[in-house]
Nanobody
Framework: QVQLVEFGGGTVQPGGSLRLSCETSGNFFGIYGMDWYRQAPESKREWVAG???????NYSDSVKGRFTISRTMNGRTVYLDMNDLKPEDTAVYYCKSKDLWGQGTQVTVSS
């Protein structure tokens, strides 16, 4: 059974950086593409960034210019590089591909 497993959350000061990763088996991300979502406390889950199977990349306006999504050539791992983090980026971050979700990883931006 295919699963998505996330790594890389943590606590960072404003202006800092973190790298999230989402791993799966086989070339899953190469076939289906992948998206990152996040959910802050008492807020709805929101889309953050996505990379299609064909390589088209999009970002939400709130993270454009600060976050970068990338993928390994074998399609097994997708990264979300987050720079210039702000307190409003604090949330649980989830990866999603096809109809599968990762377990979520907490990102906290606080001084």
């Amino acid at each position: 059974q295919v699963q998505l497993v996330e790594f890389g959350g943590g606590t960072v000061q404003p202006g800092g950086s973190l790298r999230l990763s989402c791993e799966t088996s086989g070339n899953f991300f190469g076939i289906y593409g992948m998206d990152w979502y996040r959910q802050a406390p008492e807020s709805k889950r929101e889309w953050v960034a996505g990379r299609s199977a064909g390589g088209i990349i999009n970002y939400s306006d709130s993270v454009k210019g600060r976050f970068t999504i990338s993928r390994t050539m074998n399609g097994r791992t997708v990264y979300l590089d987050m720079n210039d983090l702000k307190p409003e980026d604090t949330a649980v971050y989830y990866c999603k591909s096809k109809d599968l979700w990762g377990q979520g990883t907490q990102v906290t931006v606080s001084s």
